[in-house]
C-alpha cells in the first residue's frame, strides 16, 4: 500500500505540507493529471497550460533529484487513482485544498467519494488561508493572520519512490487539444520565476509600486507580477507574506535614505496579498458565484448573453472602437496579463456600457488571463460589474483613463496601430475627427456617455427595488471584509470610516457597504 500526493495548483516542493508529511511516513508517488476535459472547458485556455507546464517541468526536476519523479497521467482523476489502486493499493491520498472553479469543485467532490468507497484516507491541507466552507467571515481575518506566520513547511530531505510507477512526459498543448490562442508573450509562473521578482521588487523595483501600478504602461514593471506563479502554486502565498514581511523589518530598521524602497510598497503588496485571500474566501464559501450573482435582484435581472454576440465579440477582440479599452485587451491578448485598474475598466465596460452578461465577459477574460484564479476572478468580475450589492459600483470611463493613464499615447499607439498617426488631442476620441482616415480602425459601438448614463439609470432602478436592502445585508453578512476601510497609503494606519463618494460626471460611483480592496 503506497500513499500518493497529488500535485494540483501547488506545484512546489517547498511549504508543501501533504508532501512534507507523506515523506516523514514512507514511500510517495508523486502524482499529476493533466485533465482533457478541464482543459476543454470555456474558462482556461492554452496560455494558463503553456504557464503550468514549465512550472511541472520545473517541479519534476526538482521531485527527480529528491528521489521520487513526479508521475504525469492524463485522464480522469478518478480512473488515475482507480488504477493506481487496483495496481499497487493506495492507502493514503494527500493533497491541498483547492478554491477552483465549480469543475473542479465537483471533481474534488468525485475523489473523496472515490477514497470513501475505497477506504483510503484522503487528507487535505490548507495553502491559501481561506476557511473550507461557508459561514467563515467572522473568524475570517484572525485566521488568514494565524495562517501566514505559521511555520513554512520543510521541503523533505529525501524521498522514496514507489518503485512501480512508470515516469511518462507531460503532454503537450496539442496532446490536450489546445491550439494557439495569440499570447505570444506569457509570463513564467515558475518558482524561480517567484523568487526573481520578490528580489527585483525589494531591490528597487518597488520603489514606483504605488504610483506606477494603475497605469498598464508602468504597471507591467511597476506591479510584483506575482499572481502568476501564485496561480500555479510554485510559491506559496504564505512564503511571500513571510518573505514580505522580513523586508519590511529590514527597511524599517534601516535609515531611509538605504532604503531600496519604500516600506509603504511592502506594506501595499502584503495588503493586496490579503486581499487575495479575502477574495478567495468568497468563492470558498459560495462556490455557485461562479454562475450566480451574489445578489438576488441582480441575479434576477440578468439576460444571458449569447456567445456569438457581435458585440461580445468585438470587445473580447479589442475592436470597439474606444482606443484605450481596446488598447488594454490587445495588450491582454498579446501577454496575459493587465493591471487591476484596467482590468477592472475592461470589465465594467462590458457590464455597464455594453449591458453583457458579466458570466459570458467573465469567461473571456479568464481564458485570457495567464494568472487566472477563480477565487478572485469571479468575485472580482461580479463586483465590477456591480452585482454583489454591497460595493461602491464604479462605472470607468475609457476615455479619462485613457487621458490619465496614458498621458503620451504611448500605450494607445503601441496596441492601436491603426491610430498611430491621430494627433494626441484626438487618440482617445478620434471619432471626433471628421473625415480622417483610421486606418479601418471602427467607429464606436456604443456612445460612452450615453451608455453610461443608461448604465446608471438601470443600476438606480434596481437599487430602489423592494427588498434590495435587506438582501445586501444579508450579502454583506455572509461575504463583507469585518474591517473598515484600510487606507492604502499606509495599511498600518487606523482604519478609518468611509466617505460618501463624491458624485461625478465622467467617473460615476454610488455608495454601498463593504470596504473595497486597496485601490491603485
Ligand atoms: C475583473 C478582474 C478579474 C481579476 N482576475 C484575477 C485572476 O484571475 N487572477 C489574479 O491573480 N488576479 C485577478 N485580479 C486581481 C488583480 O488584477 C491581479 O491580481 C493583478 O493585476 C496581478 O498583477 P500583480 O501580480 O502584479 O499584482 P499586484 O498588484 O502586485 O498585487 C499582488 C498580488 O495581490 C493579489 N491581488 C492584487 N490585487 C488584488 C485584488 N484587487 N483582489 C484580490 N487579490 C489581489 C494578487 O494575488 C496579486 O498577484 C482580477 C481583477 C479584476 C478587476
Known amino acids: 500500500m503506497i500513499q500518493v500526493v497529488w500535485f494540483k495548483r501547488d506545484l512546489r516542493t517547498f511549504d508543501h505540507a501533504p508532501l512534507t508529511e507523506a515523506a516523514a511516513r514512507g514511500p510517495v508517488l508523486p502524482l499529476y493529471v493533466a485533465e482533457p476535459d478541464y ?17 511541472l517541468e520545473e517541479l519534476s526536476q526538482r521531485l527527480s533529484a529528491l528521489g521520487a519523479p513526479l508521475i504525469v497521467r492524463v485522464g480522469r482523476v478518478v480512473d488515475v487513482l482507480e488504477r493506481i489502486h487496483s495496481a499497487v493499493g493506495i492507502a493514503r491520498l494527500l493533497a491541498h485544498e483547492e478554491t477552483g472553479n465549480l469543475w473542479t469543485f465537483r471533481r474534488d467532490i468525485a475523489v473523496r467519494a472515490f477514497c470513501k468507497h475505497h477506504r483510503i484516507a484522503f487528507q487535505e491541507f490548507s495553502q491559501t488561508g481561506v476557511i473550507r466552507g461557508p459561514g467563515a467571515r467572522d473568524r475570517w481575518a484572525a485566521h488568514f493572520s494565524r495562517f501566514a506566520s505559521a ?44 523568487f526573481d521578482l520578490l528580489d527585483s521588487f525589494l531591490e528597487g523595483r518597488g520603489a514606483n509600486y504605488r504610483r506606477g501600478m494603475s497605469s498598464p504602461l508602468s504597471g507591467a514593471t511597476a506591479c510584483s507580477r506575482l499572481s502568476v506563479p501564485l496561480a500555479t502554486g510554485a510559491v506559496s502565498v504564505r512564503e511571500v507574506l513571510q518573505r514580505l514581511y522580513a523586508a519590511r523589518r529590514a527597511l524599517v530598521d534601516a535609515p531611509p535614505g538605504l532604503r531600496a524602497v519604500p516600506v509603504t510598497a511592502v506594506d501595499s503588496l502584503i495588503a493586496r496579498l490579503h486581499w487575495r485571500g ?10 455557485a458565484l461562479e454562475i450566480r450573482a451574489f445578489h438576488p435582484v441582480h441575479q434576477g435581472a440578468r439576460t444571458p448573453t449569447a456567445p456569438d454576440d457581435a458585440r461580445l465579440a468585438a470587445w473580447a477582440t479589442g475592436r470597439t472602437g474606444v482606443p484605450f479599452l481596446d488598447a488594454c485587451m490587445r495588450s491582454l491578448i498579446a501577454t496575459g496579463w493587465l493591471n487591476f485598474r484596467m482590468r477592472a475598466m475592461v470589465q465594467s465596460f462590458a457590464s455597464y456600457h455594453l449591458g453583457l452578461d458579466w458570466r459570458a465577459s467573465g469567461e473571456r477574460l479568464a481564458q485570457l488571463f495567464s494568472d487566472y484564479e477563480p477565487g478572485i476572478h469571479w468575485p472580482q468580475v461580479q463586483m465590477q460589474s456591480g452585482q454583489t450589492g454591497i460595493n461602491t459600483p464604479r462605472i470607468y470611463n475609457p476615455v479619462k483613463q485613457g487621458l490619465d493613464q496614458d498621458p503620451e499615447g504611448r500605450f ?63 450579502v454583506f453578512e455572509k461575504h463583507a471584509s469585518r474591517k473598515r476601510r484600510i487606507d492604502d497609503d499606509n495599511p498600518r494606519r487606523r482604519p478609518t470610516q468611509r466617505k460618501p463618494a463624491a458624485p461625478s460626471s465622467t467617473q460615476l460611483s454610488l455608495q454601498f457597504d463593504e470596504p473595497s480592496p486597496p485601490v491603485d
Open 278 to 287: 479575502h477574495f478567495m474566501q468568497k468563492l470558498e464559501s459560495e462556490p
Open 412 to 474: 494607445t499607439r503601441r496596441w492601436v496601430p491603426e491610430l498611430a498617426h491621430v494627433p494626441l488631442a484626438s487618440l482617445q476620441t478620434p471619432w471626433l475627427l471628421t473625415g480622417a482616415d483610421l486606418g479601418g480602425y471602427p467607429e464606436p459601438i456604443v456612445d460612452v456617455a450615453t451608455a453610461a448614463r443608461s448604465a446608471k439609470a438601470r443600476l438606480t432602478a434596481l437599487r430602489s427595488t423592494a427588498g434590495y436592502r435587506e438582501a445586501s445585508r444579508q
Open 151 to 194: 511555520t513554512v513547511a520543510t521541503e523533505p530531505v529525501r524521498l522514496t519512490a514507489v518503485e512501480a510507477a512508470k515516469v511518462a512526459p507531460l503532454p503537450t498543448a496539442e496532446t490536450l487539444g489546445l491550439g494557439d490562442d495569440g499570447c505570444i508573450a506569457p509570463q513564467s509562473g515558475t518558482r524561480q520565476a517567484a
Open 39 to 55: 482543459w476543454r472547458l470555456p474558462d482556461v485556455s492554452t496560455r494558463q497550460w503553456i504557464v503550468q507546464r514549465a512550472a
